[in-house]
């Protein structure tokens, strides 16, 4: 059985960074294309950026808001993905969801709970 | 980026009627990449259809998917209580992936 098990919300001040994990397991991660979404509270879903897996080269997608601020990574070892965001926005405040993609694809299959991000002063 | 746009906003209906719920591309999306979500309160959203009218695993016969290039349609046959939700559609053909803003279904 597929899990993605998110942790690190929390709330944070506009201008600070944090770090999501997202912890696998249920498939061979290493070959797993991956991606973030995020939700607003009372809104909609928003994709956030994408990694492939290391063997199709390990590049990273972000959407347009925030390229430049979040960075997503991999550690295959620790079957585990990771989102660094800095400089963050209160705009940034939503649930951030761990998602597995279907390769070459931007379609998203297994997610995970989520994890609250609060960006408030 | 391509702009999904679905309708009606909420769709009331009594359990075991017809349930069908609409999402609109700003322009068409590529080989039928569009896919369906349902997300109940509290919990993440579930893939339900992809490629416009495949069923994900799992998900019963009463969900299907149609439509092509600008239009397309998801529909609850025999609505029950558990169809309580959130539905989104999402395009999956170009870069950026977008969603529509979502359909509630109530069950009277």
């Known amino acids: 059985e597929v899990q993605l098990v998110e942790s690190g919300g929390g709330l944070v001040k506009p201008g600070g960074s944090l770090r999501l994990s997202c912890a696998a397991s249920g498939f061979t991660f290493s070959n797993a294309w991956m991606s973030w979404v995020r939700q607003a509270p009372g809104k909609g879903l928003e994709w956030v950026g994408r990694?492939?897996?290391?063997?199709?080269?390990?590049?990273?997608d972000y959407a347009a808001p925030v390229k430049g601020r979040f960075t997503i990574s991999r550690d295959d070892s620790k079957n585990t993905l990771y989102l660094q965001m800095n400089s963050l926005k209160t705009d940034d405040t939503a649930v951030y969801y761990c998602v597995t993609l279907r390769k070459w694809e931007l379609l998203f299959f297994y997610w995970g709970q989520g994890t609250l991000v609060t960006v408030s002063s | 980026e391509i702009v999904l746009t679905q309708s009606p906003g909420t769709l009331s209906l009594s359990p075991g009627e017809r349930a069908t719920l609409s999402c609109r591309a700003s322009q068409s999306v590529s080989s039928s990449s569009l896919a369906w979500y349902q997300q109940k309160p509290g919990q993440a959203p579930r893939l339900l259809i992809y490629?416009?009218?495949s069923r994900a695993t799992g998900i019963p016969d009463r969900f299907s998917g149609s439509g092509s290039g600008t239009d397309f349609t998801l529909t609850i046959s025999r609505l029950e209580p558990a169809d309580c939700a959130v539905y989104y559609c999402?395009?999956?053909?170009?870069?950026?992936?977008?969603f529509g803003q979502g359909t509630k279904v109530e069950i009277k």
């Open positions: 990694i492939k897996s290391k063997t199709d080269g390990g590049t990273t």
């Open positions: 490629g416009a009218s």
């Open positions: 999402q395009q999956y053909g170009s870069s950026p992936p977008t």
